[in-house]
């Protein structure tokens, strides 16, 4: 029962200061960023924080991995609505975007993936965790006639996420223009009228 306990403690710390690492993170980046300030914030000793992350590097790492987690919740939503094809994939990218609005532990990942930091390397691995999700549904809308003849779904699997991508850094730059899940629903019905079949 003791033994349960500080493991349930452990994972309780560590989830806590991975919270709070990821809203340094996405505020000011792995440069700015110091684990003495996330330790500071959870009233802890910087000992504490590298008894759990032994690196600054190591803390990054392991908050840009967990982000990979994201589609596992998007997933199961839309499968939950019976969406599949084209429908699906829509689903998907507009609720990642209202995640990505929601959560600073998703911002912080792509903020530490795109700037200068020691996880940097993870970028093309999270982006083909992505682009492998939408395949799936890609798929379905090939299968299920709704795309043009021909249409290569893999590279318009990579071309989506690049447009997240750069629509979340646009809505970053210019707020002004909308939510990034209103942006996402703008381009998604002007990007994919050209390759959307029609009967």
Do not use: C
């Not at 300030?37 to 600054?56: C, D, I, P, W």
Request: charged fraction near 25%; charge should be negative.
């Amino acid at each position: 029962m003791a033994t349960t306990s500080r493991q349930e403690q452990k994972a309780t710390t560590r989830a806590a200061i991975l919270r709070i690492a990821s809203d340094e993170f996405d505020l000011h980046g792995y440069a700015a960023t110091s684990v003495a300030r996330v330790a500071e914030n959870l009233q802890m000793t910087k000992g504490s924080v590298y008894f759990h992350f032994a690196s600054k590097a190591l803390l990054a790492a392991e908050v840009v991995r967990v982000s990979f987690d994201v589609w596992d919740p998007l997933v199961r939503s839309v499968d939950d609505h019976a969406l599949s094809g084209l429908d699906a994939v829509r689903r998907l990218l507009v609720d990642l975007a209202q995640r990505y609005t929601d959560d600073a532990s998703l911002r912080a990942a792509l903020r530490l993936m795109r700037e200068e930091s020691p996880v940097r390397d993870r970028l093309p691995e999270a982006l083909g965790v992505w682009a492998g999700v939408l395949r799936r549904y890609l798929d379905q809308a090939v299968g299920a006639g709704q795309l043009r003849p021909g249409t290569d779904v893999d590279a318009l699997a990579r071309h989506l996420v690049a447009l997240f991508l750069g629509l979340q850094e646009i809505t970053q730059r210019a707020p002004t223009d909308g939510s990034l899940a209103e942006q996402v629903e703008d381009a998604w019905e002007t990007t994919l009228v050209g390759l959307v079949r029609t009967h």
